[in-house]
């Protein structure tokens, strides 16, 4: 049967892919480039049979900063290229926000394909560089910015529908979830596929957590009554949570 899209590649195949556009990258790039590394599952070798291709391609100063990315299909591949300037990298990788465990993970273990000056180790430094501080905030940013929003369109369609949304609006809760659970123990995630799994495992997690995301997991998504139910325990397990950590989600009335 003739099959559209991505089509079976081994392993040796896409990282010799891989080579392919390092060269092609030299030769765009030529001096600039300061180091040209895999990331994702391929990085990790944990690439399935139609996996993707992920690549770093980092230019070193040079007047203007870069950070864009290529992404293209080739037919039975696809591959994504993010051209970075390295202050822009290493800045990014400084950072945390609120789906960092997802997000972060590349900075951490590229697969180096060009590093003559040991760009990597000095990207996995900056990754490894925020404080619990930095954790604290994007953990109270995702409990108002996320949970709370969440809840409140929990109770309006619990009140005026459409009851079609819920189904959706638990994988939120599930997923924003995780990020929780993932940030508050400064784990990170190994792919996007494992993120409820995952965070399962590990330790301290919200009273109600294990229930949503059990829930999102199993498909089971259709009686509404019992969505509803399962993402207001969760919210109250994570009022507690944040309480006893000291995390924040009420400020004053009006903070500024």
Wanted: charged share 20%.
């Amino acid at each position: 049967m003739h099959m559209n899209g991505p089509v079976k590649i081994s392993q040796a195949e896409r990282l010799q892919t891989c080579r392919e556009i390092a060269s092609r990258l030299h030769e765009v790039y030529g001096r600039h480039v300061l180091a040209i590394g895999v990331y994702g599952s391929v990085s990790r070798g944990m690439d399935g049979p139609f996996s993707d291709i992920e690549m770093f391609c980092v230019l070193g100063e040079s007047g203007e900063s870069a950070d864009f990315s290529y992404e293209w299909s080739a037919g039975p591949w696809k591959a994504e290229v993010n051209v970075c300037s390295a202050n822009v990298l290493l800045g990014t990788a400084s950072t945390v926000d609120g789906e960092w465990p997802l997000t972060h993970g590349p900075f951490f273990s590229p697969l180096s394909l060009y590093d003559p000056k040991g760009f990597f180790p000095k990207l996995k430094e900056a990754a490894e560089s925020p404080a619990k501080e930095d954790f604290t905030q994007a953990i109270n940013e995702v409990l108002v910015g996320e949970m709370y929003e969440f809840i409140g369109k929990l109770r309006n369609i619990s009140q005026n529908g459409p009851r079609t949304y819920l189904p959706y609006l638990a994988m939120q809760f599930a997923q924003y979830g995780a990020m929780l659970v993932g940030l508050h123990n400064q784990k990170l995630f190994s792919t996007g596929s494992m993120v409820m799994q995952e965070a399962l495992e590990m330790p301290d997690r919200p009273a109600g957590f294990d229930d949503v995301a059990k829930l999102v997991m199993s498909g089971e998504l259709t009686e509404s009554a019992k969505i509803v139910t399962v993402c207001e325990t969760f919210w109250s397990g994570i009022e507690k949570w944040a309480a006893e950590h000291k995390y924040v989600i009420h400020s004053k009335r009006i903070p500024f």
